[in-house]
């Protein structure tokens, strides 16, 4: 049995700088492999919809007539099963988490057409 | 004989991270009776079996529990895999079997800073979590997420850890390891923790095999039991004995754990040493049929999985037994008996899991 067995850890925490950063001015960056959002470069997909097949929480909704792929940011788990099924290849985790919204519905959904003109568009 | 009165412990109280809730029936400051309750928080998690296919349910199994994901998502991947009589390649069992160490430390360090918080050490809970988030960075690295590791896969793994990271994250092992036993030297030595947890809380040996514990709640009652030395993964190629203290009180399950973080960074470093090269992954075709029984050590102890495929890609049947499950009657005779200001320190020592539980 020791008394202040602790003390060494203590004062060279209290010598040291502070193991916090000063967020939201020193921001803590991403590794590479982090599962961030879902991303997709639109004029690649040919819209097959096995992305939509693959989601194991039906985040996307991809409508081949309408020409629309759709995701439920709130649906998606980020594990990537969409990006290992693609095709094509357009499909891509990227390290940065999706924006907060501030409501349930339209907000969380992010719609991208493959139509000239059109590019990417948020409901 | 003194007054007897009821005081609920639970579901919310500022130890538990989740909910479980306990009828504390006292003399006095005695603790004479614990009736624990769960049933908060069901998620119904084994009937969705019915609605994704078996390949889906490994993204779920890791889900069951946000510690220990990944070993859940290993035991499930092993019950399929033998089912379907899927060969993993090497390489496969020895990067599970480093992510699993490293989920067992991060498990671990979790702990043992909810433990100093037990009972009180407020400056030892934030040090041991300060180290946790160096492991934290290394699991993100390799996998992509922080704690649902999303890297298990039915027929191998997800992702592969390439040389040069590994001899790297070697290196940032040995520099954690370091900083861990600063740590868990306080929780060995220091006076005041022992105050608090040498004695308290006994569970004899018999009664911990007769009541059904599992993981370190066994181990720390002197009975080496450990499922690793079933021969999953790629652990009969790596040399390690079961850690097992014959203390049987509180302090003995701390020791457990303490120790066991040591032989989980000296099984890392020999898995780095011996992993081979080849693929990560073997392609998976065709639907389960059959059943098995899959048993695995988690952080808390064995967890056991139970599958039956009936060669349809939904299977039948799935079952999970948790390790907590299994600890919850050796909690309530560990409570008999006890002081009510010890009660939450002997609630923590079986590292409670209430989201395994109720699945």
């Not at chain 2, 994704?52 to 889900?63: H, N, P, W």
Request: hydrophobic share 40%.
């Amino acid at each position: 049995m020791r008394p202040l067995s602790f003390g060494k850890v203590i004062s060279r925490s209290v010598l040291s700088r502070p193991a916090t950063r000063l967020y939201p001015f020193v921001k803590r960056p991403f590794f590479k492999a982090t599962r961030g959002a879902v991303a997709i470069d639109i004029d690649k997909c040919i819209l097959c919809g096995i992305c939509q097949k693959r989601c194991p929480t039906a985040a996307i909704i991809v409508t081949k007539a309408a020409g629309d792929w759709q995701i439920n940011r709130l649906r998606c788990i980020s594990c990537g099963a969409c990006v290992d099924a693609c095709p094509k290849k357009c499909l891509r985790l990227e390290n940065m988490y999706s924006p907060a919204v501030v409501k349930k519905g339209a907000d969380d959904k992010v719609h991208q057409q493959p139509k000239p003109g059109l590019g990417a568009t948020q409901a | 004989m003194a007054t007897r009165t009821v005081i609920p412990f639970g579901p919310q109280h500022p130890v538990l991270p989740e909910p479980i809730h306990l009828d504390l029936v006292l003399e006095d400051e005695k603790v004479v009776q614990a009736i624990p309750s769960i049933g908060f928080i069901h998620r119904g998690l084994e009937k969705l079996v019915e609605k994704k296919d078996f390949l889906e349910m490994t993204y779920v199994a890791e889900r069951i529990c946000g510690i220990c994901s990944f070993i859940h998502g290993q035991s499930y991947c092993q019950a399929i895999e033998a089912v379907m009589k899927i060969d993993v390649p090497e390489r496969a069992l020895f990067l599970r079997t480093i992510w699993g160490e490293m989920s067992r430390i991060h498990s671990h360090l979790l702990w043992l800073g909810l433990f100093a918080d037990g009972f009180g050490f407020e400056s030892l809970f934030m040090h041991s979590w300060r180290v946790r988030e160096k492991l934290l960075d290394i699991i993100e690295e390799t996998t992509g997420g922080r704690v649902i590791f999303g890297t298990a896969k039915v027929g191998g793994v997800r992702r592969d850890i390439d040389t040069p990271t590994l001899k790297r994250i070697e290196g940032e092992l040995r520099t954690i390891e370091k900083m861990s036993r600063e740590i868990t030297d306080v929780f060995k030595k220091d006076s005041s923790v022992r105050r608090r947890t040498v004695g308290v809380g006994m569970l004899s040996k018999e009664d911990a095999v007769a009541l059904g514990a599992v993981g370190p709640t066994l181990r720390g009652s002197g009975v080496s039991q450990d499922m690793r030395k079933l021969g999953y993964a790629a652990y009969p190629k790596i040399n390690w004995e079961p850690v097992v203290e014959t203390g049987c009180d509180c302090y003995a399950r701390c020791m457990v754990r303490c120790r066991e973080l040591y032989e989980s960074f000296s099984m890392i470093y020999q898995a780095i040493a011996k992993i081979p090269d080849g693929p990560v992954d073997v392609k998976v075709t065709g639907n389960p049929s059959g059943e098995y029984f899959s048993r695995t050590e988690q952080p808390r102890g064995e967890v056991i999985y139970y599958v039956k495929g009936n060669a349809t890609k939904n299977l039948e049947r799935f079952r999970v037994r948790t390790p907590t499950f299994a600890n919850v009657p050796p909690l309530v005779k560990m409570l008999g008996g006890c002081e009510l200001p010890d009660v939450p320190v002997i609630v923590l020592t079986i590292d409670p899991c209430i989201s395994c539980t109720e699945r």
